[in-house]
C-alpha cells in the first residue's frame, strides 16, 4: 500500500463556500428590516424614560431648592431646557434626545414651576423614524411620569 494515497478530498469548494455565502446573506437581508425597527424601538422606549426622569428630576429640584424654573420644549430644535432664576438666559439643565428621536409639535411650550404650587399638567410626545409615539404625562398631583405608547388610528 502506498502511504501517500489521500483517501477522500477533504475541505471546502468554492461552490459551496459561495452558496453557504448566498445563504447568509439572504438570511441577513430579510432580518434586517426587523433589527433596525427594533433598535429604533429600543431607542424610542430610552428616550422617553429619559424624558421623564428629566421632568421627574427637575420638579423635584423646584421643590427641593424653593427655587422657580422653567421648562421649555422646542421641537424645531429638537430640545428639552430648564431655566431658573439663578441659569439666566442660559439653561440650567439640557436634554436633547438622539438624532432619530423628535419631539412633535411645531411651536415652543413653556411650563412654569412654582414651589410649593400646584405643577402644570405636562404631556410631551416623542417620535421615531419608523413614525412609532410615545407619550410621557406627568401627572399634576402626584408628580409621577406615565410614558404610553400612542397607536395610530391608521395602523
Known amino acids: 500500500m502506498n502511504s501517500t494515497a489521500h483517501c477522500g478530498a477533504r475541505g471546502v469548494t468554492l461552490l459551496e463556500m459561495l452558496i453557504v455565502v448566498a445563504i447568509i446573506g439572504t438570511v441577513a437581508s430579510i432580518s434586517f428590516p426587523a433589527l433596525t425597527s427594533g433598535l429604533a424601538g429600543v431607542r424610542l422606549s430610552s428616550a422617553s424614560s429619559e424624558v421623564a426622569s ?85 401627572d399634576p398631583v402626584t408628580a409621577v411620569p406615565q410614558v404610553r405608547r400612542i397607536e395610530d388610528a391608521a395602523k
Open 54 to 138: 428629566f421632568l421627574t428630576s427637575s420638579l423635584n429640584n423646584v421643590e427641593r431648592r424653593e427655587q422657580s424654573a422653567a421648562i421649555v420644549v422646542t421641537p424645531k430644535e429638537n430640545r428639552l431646557d430648564v431655566f431658573t432664576a439663578a441659569s439666566g438666559e442660559k439653561p440650567a439643565r439640557t436634554y436633547q434626545p438622539p438624532a432619530s428621536i423628535t419631539f412633535e409639535g411645531d411651536d415652543p411650550h413653556r411650563y412654569l414651576l412654582f414651589p410649593g404650587g400646584a405643577f402644570p399638567h405636562i404631556t410631551l410626545v416623542l417620535r421615531n423614524e419608523k413614525g412609532a409615539r410615545r407619550s410621557i404625562e406627568i
